[in-house]
Structures are given as C-alpha cells and as structure tokens.
C-alpha cells in the first residue's frame, strides 16, 4: 500500500506560479512511476504528466507544455510539479498517483494508488 497527500494548491493570479508536492509513504518510492492528474469542474479527469524512478518524463497535454515541470526526489519521497504561466484553465483539482513500474518510461494510465488532491484555482 502507497499513501500519497499533496499539497501546495491555492489561488493565484493569472501569470504566477505555483508548485504542487507530493509525499508518498509505506512502499519503496523508488520502485514506483508517478504522475499529475487533474480534474476541473464538469470535466473529465485528465493527464497531465509523469515520471518514472528513473527520471524518464512523459508529457500529457499539449495546453501546458513548457510551463509544467515534473520531478521527483527519490530520497525524500517526493513528486512535484511546478507550475509557471498559470492560466484560468488550468483552474482544477490536481491528484497525484503512483504505479508499480520499472520502466525508463512512465505509463499515463493505469495507476492505481491516489492522493486526495489538491485544489489550484487561477483567477483572470
């Protein structure tokens, strides 16, 4: 079992910047891909990055390329996601998720354990 709390939402203005983290706890953090998903209201949930143990990255939408950046600090149990250029948009509930893999390269489904979210608002 994998325990995962993010953390660092809130609201910001259009423009600024916000870093989401991601703590997981109870299983080896290093055997695990990880991943950002995120949810607006009436919409589907959606991907939007991932990361494999090794550092492989795989990028999921188009709309946040070159303002989203995945990490992950192995040593410290922890993903993040910086987020830069925020738009009203991008306004929606962020999960982060793990997944048992050993590939280079990160899956962008099939995830199986989930954090509670945390809720990014961008106001215009």
């Known amino acids: 079992q994998v325990h995962l709390v993010e953390s660092g939402g809130g609201l910001v203005q259009a423009g600024g910047s916000l870093r989401l983290s991601c703590a997981a706890s109870?299983?080896?953090?290093?055997?695990?891909?990880m991943g950002w998903f995120r949810q607006a209201p009436g919409k589907e949930r959606e991907f939007v990055a991932a990361i494999s143990w090794r550092g492989g990255k795989r990028n999921g939408l188009d709309s946040v390329e070159g303002r989203f950046t995945i990490s992950r600090d192995n040593a410290k149990n922890t993903m993040y996601l910086q987020m830069n250029s925020l738009k009203p948009e991008d306004t929606a509930v962020y999960y982060c998720?793990?997944?048992?893999?050993?590939?280079?390269?990160?899956?962008?489904?099939?995830?199986?354990?989930w954090g509670q979210g945390t809720q990014v608002t961008v106001s215009s």
């Open positions: 109870g299983r080896t953090f290093s055997n695990y891909a």
């Open positions: 998720a793990a997944v048992p893999s050993s590939s280079s390269y990160p899956p962008s489904e099939g995830y199986i354990y």
